[in-house]
């Protein structure tokens, strides 16, 4: 059974550039949320996905924007970089049923720098 | 306001307990986790506990959470050099039945000496 998957696992851009990072959530997961994290610091949630539509999103700009495939994989897109933006990006998958417990499994993440 | 406090350091000596503590605000979160990162790593789940309980145990992991003052611990018994690594500790809340996301605390970084 695949845990949650993430590509690319390294990637450096220019201020300015645009770029698209991807997931594949772990095996009968229907949810996909995006978290950031700076150095140091914890993550910080983005948006979360549900039946390909944003469902929640955290106090991130319009630049950062998703997209959920109907095979439940997703993606984030971040338009016109600015250094801050430098992070690793982790991608988290869940079960939208109310069950026990609302534990959410994290990918390996995309270690994004932003020169 | 949602906010998640941990001490930033935890040093021990391995085969000792550590205590790794955390407060949060926000009264109405449903469920309590600990997660642990290690360099370069994506955020491994330990364990969770649902905010109407008060202890769960899991092999060498104890939490501990008080409800009254907000406060959540785990207890690593046993502690090996292999535990090393950032603790992180996080709330969630449910929306009208969905999932809601993870508030993370700053992480806590424990150290284990041989």
């Known amino acids: 059974d695949a845990g949650v998957t993430q590509s690319p696992t390294h990637l450096i851009k220019t201020r300015g550039q645009q770029v698209t990072l991807r997931c594949s959530p772990k095996s009968g997961h229907d949810t996909v949320s995006w978290y950031q994290q700076a150095l140091g610091q914890g993550p910080q949630f983005i948006f979360q996905?549900?039946?390909?539509?944003?469902?929640q999103r955290g106090n991130f700009p319009d630049r950062f924007s998703g997209h959920q495939f109907p095979n439940y994989s997703s993606e984030l897109n971040v338009n016109a970089l600015l250094l801050g933006d430098s992070a690793l990006y982790l991608c988290?998958?869940?079960?939208?049923?109310?069950?026990?417990?609302?534990?959410?499994?994290f990918g390996p993440g995309t270690r994004l720098t932003v020169l | 306001g949602e906010d998640v406090e941990q001490s930033l350091f935890l040093s021990v000596r391995e085969g000792d307990s550590s205590v790794i503590n955390c407060t949060y605000t926000?009264?109405?979160?449903?469920?309590l986790y600990w997660y642990k990162q290690e360099p370069g790593a994506g955020l491994q789940l330990l364990t969770y506990i649902f905010s109407n309980m008060d202890m769960k145990q899991d092999q060498r992991l104890t939490v501990l959470l008080n409800k009254k003052d907000k406060h959540l611990s785990l207890r690593i018994a046993d502690t090996q050099t292999g535990d090393s690594a950032i603790y992180f500790c996080?709330?969630?809340?449910?929306?009208?039945?969905?999932?809601?996301?993870?508030?993370f605390g700053k992480g806590t970084k424990l150290s284990v000496k041989p």
């Open positions: 996080a709330e969630s809340f449910h929306y009208g039945g969905s999932q809601g996301n993870l508030i």
């Open positions: 988290a998958s869940s079960s939208d049923t109310l069950t026990r417990t609302d534990t959410q499994y």
């Open positions: 926000d009264s109405s979160s449903t469920y």
């Open positions: 996905y549900y039946e390909e539509e944003e469902r």
